[in-house]
């Protein structure tokens, strides 16, 4: 079973940086594509940053300039650098992975758990 286990949230001060990352774990021979989106109590998930197979990328206009994301297909991980970060970037930071492939079966789409980013002002 493949499974997607993000770290790195917590409490950073307004201008501050944090570093997310994503393992997916299992018996894995690749994936596809992953991203970090982020969701607010009430509010739509949204798509903060995207990486393709090839190390295409993809960022939200609200982070462009400040978040960079990465990856390591060694790993199978994916890592989201949150630099300048900001007030409104406070959210619970969700890992996905689409078009996994598996020893014992295919995933179209996969999410992690969540983790909670705080930030103080």
């Known amino acids: 079973q493949v499974q997607l286990v993000e770290s790195g949230g917590g409490l950073v001060q307004a201008g501050g940086s944090l570093r997310l990352s994503c393992v997916a774990s299992?018996?894995?021979?690749?994936?596809?594509?992953m991203a970090w989106y982020r969701q607010a109590p009430g509010k739509q998930r949204e798509l903060v940053a995207a990486?393709?197979?090839?190390?295409?990328?993809n960022y939200a206009d609200s982070v462009k300039g400040r978040f960079t994301i990465s990856r390591d297909n060694a790993k199978n991980t994916v890592y989201l650098q949150m630099n300048s970060v900001k007030p409104e970037d406070a959210d619970v930071y969700y890992c996905n992975a689409r078009d996994v492939l598996a020893c014992s079966r295919g995933y179209h789409e996969l999410w992690g758990q969540g983790t909670l980013v705080t930030v103080s002002s």
């Open positions: 299992g018996d894995i021979f690749g994936i596809n594509a």
């Open positions: 990486i393709g197979g090839g190390n295409s990328v």
